[in-house]
C-alpha cells in the first residue's frame, strides 16, 4: 500500500484523538493542519515536535520527505476566521 495523506491524518488521529485534521500533498511531499487545544499553551517549536513524534519514521524511510505544518488551537482557529 502506497504511503500518503490519508496515511499521516490517520496516524495523527491516534495522537491528536481530538483533532481536526487535514493532509494535502502527493510523492513525500504533504502540507498538513492540525486544530487541536492539545497545543494550547505550546509555543510553534513544540507543537511542531509533537507533530513530528509522530511522523519521524515515516521521514526516516523517505515515505516524507517534505513537510509544511500549519497547528492551531480551536480558539485560534476561531480568531483567524478560517
Do not use: C, W
Not at 13 to 23: K, L, Q, V
Not at 37 to 66: C, M, W
Amino acid at each position: 500500500m502506497a504511503f500518503g495523506k490519508e496515511e499521516i491524518e490517520n496516524l495523527l488521529a491516534e495522537e491528536f484523538n481530538d483533532a481536526s485534521i487535514t493532509a494535502a500533498g502527493e510523492g513525500g511531499s504533504y502540507q498538513v493542519r492540525v486544530i487541536s487545544d492539545t497545543f494550547e499553551g505550546l509555543n510553534a517549536v513544540k507543537r511542531q515536535q509533537s507533530v513530528y513524534r509522530v511522523l519521524n519514521p515515516h521521514i526516516a524511510s523517505g515515505e516524507i520527505h517534505a513537510i509544511n505544518m500549519q497547528l492551531l488551537t480551536r480558539g485560534e482557529q476561531a480568531s483567524a476566521g478560517s
